[in-house]
């Protein structure tokens, strides 16, 4: 894993087999990063672990095959869970699945770019009528 920041712009690039949640896990403590978005990625995922939210429970799907990343995004707050992600591939077939991003490893290469924001505080709160750790504002 690499990275760099100018002004409150961090890109990351994991490199092949890397763990994705782990690495974004460093950069947000190499960087201090109290709440961000995670503004895009690009590169490829195996191992991705997605899931689909039915109401009451996320609807796990564990993908074997490598997917080339065509979407990547979503949140970073000052609470846990602190990562909020979202992620769609596009398989071998050219068909694409996506949903919550729950693990996965780049191969052979993620970049992402996230945004430090300094003002807005973000973070989750249990609703309880949703049964979701929603976001909210300090």
Do not use: C
């Not at 087999?17 to 590169?43: K, M, P, T």
Request: charged share 30%; aromatic share 8%.
């Amino acid at each position: 894993m690499i990275s760099d920041i100018e002004k409150n712009y961090i890109i990351l690039k994991i490199e092949k087999g890397e763990d994705i949640e782990e690495s974004l896990n460093q950069v947000i403590e190499d960087y201090a990063i109290f709440s961000g978005l995670v503004v895009f990625g690009i590169g490829m995922i195996k191992d991705l672990e997605i899931g689909y939210w039915n109401g009451n429970e996320y609807v796990k799907e564990k993908m074997k095959e490598a997917g080339e990343l065509v979407s990547f995004h979503g949140s970073i707050t000052s609470n846990d869970p602190k990562l909020h992600l979202h992620a769609a591939v596009a398989l071998s077939d050219h068909v694409i699945k996506g949903g919550h991003f729950f693990s996965g490893k780049a191969d052979p290469l993620m970049e992402l770019y996230i945004l430090r924001l300094e003002e807005i505080v973000l973070k989750r709160e249990k609703n309880e009528a949703t049964g979701l750790n929603e976001l909210n504002f300090d």
